[in-house]
């Protein structure tokens, strides 16, 4: 399939090249994640909240056992606190993005949020860089309308070096792949759309855009 048309400048919602979007290790020219760097499993993790809920839970049964019956309503309310936030670290944890750039010239950015999974595929040489002067400390990826925020949980030091490689791969410099057209500069139009966009849901939903 010839994509020409696509990298001179006319938006379209078809996969450029092939059927699959997801590349192999032959199409990969730099991968980046960009996620949290825990310092414990998240079985070591479990252990200790789970542990801390056991403590609480002890003490209230003491308590309730005497008569305090105060008390023990706090270290439930405590357990239940305790539940929260581990079911809301746990479903968190794996929040953040990873970019990868392709050999022929696309560039494929999934951002996860919760249970929520969403795949962006663009034109590496229509993407740009962006540190907004409200907000200096953060990193956005702008392509036409869309506005992606990285390394949202990467360390500053960490950030700024992702930065560095980032625009250095930015725009594509070859070399040609089966897209020939990808060498097209970026035009500033801002209706330029993805070359595609695909969410799942936690329940198993897609949309593809």
């Excluded at 290790?25 to 994640?33: A, I």
């Excluded at 990873?98 to 950015?109: E, I, K, Q, S, W």
């Amino acid at each position: 399939m010839q994509l020409g048309h696509l990298f001179r400048g006319v938006p379209a919602s078809t996969r450029p090249c092939d059927d699959t979007v997801v590349a192999t290790s032959t199409d990969v020219e730099r991968h980046w994640e960009l996620k949290r760097n825990c310092c414990v499993t998240p079985r070591q993790f479990l252990l200790g909240m789970a542990g801390t809920a056991g403590i609480a839970l002890l003490i209230s049964l003491i308590f309730s056992w005497r008569g305090l019956w105060l008390v023990a309503f706090y270290g439930a309310l405590e357990i239940a606190l305790i539940a929260g936030a581990t079911l809301s670290f746990a479903r968190h944890v794996r929040d953040g993005e990873t970019v990868t750039l392709l050999t022929d010239g696309r560039m494929v950015v999934d951002v996860y949020t919760g249970s929520d999974a969403t795949r962006h595929v663009f034109n590496r040489n229509w993407a740009r860089l962006v540190r907004l002067p409200e907000a200096p400390d953060t990193l956005w990826l702008h392509y036409g309308t869309v506005r992606l925020r990285l390394a949202r949980h990467v360390p500053t030091e960490r950030r700024r070096h992702i930065e560095s490689e980032l625009r250095h791969s930015l725009p594509w410099r070859g070399p040609p792949g089966s897209c020939q057209g990808t060498n097209a500069r970026y035009t500033g139009d801002p209706n330029v759309r993805p070359i595609e966009k695909t969410t799942r849901s936690g329940h198993g939903h897609h949309r593809r855009q």
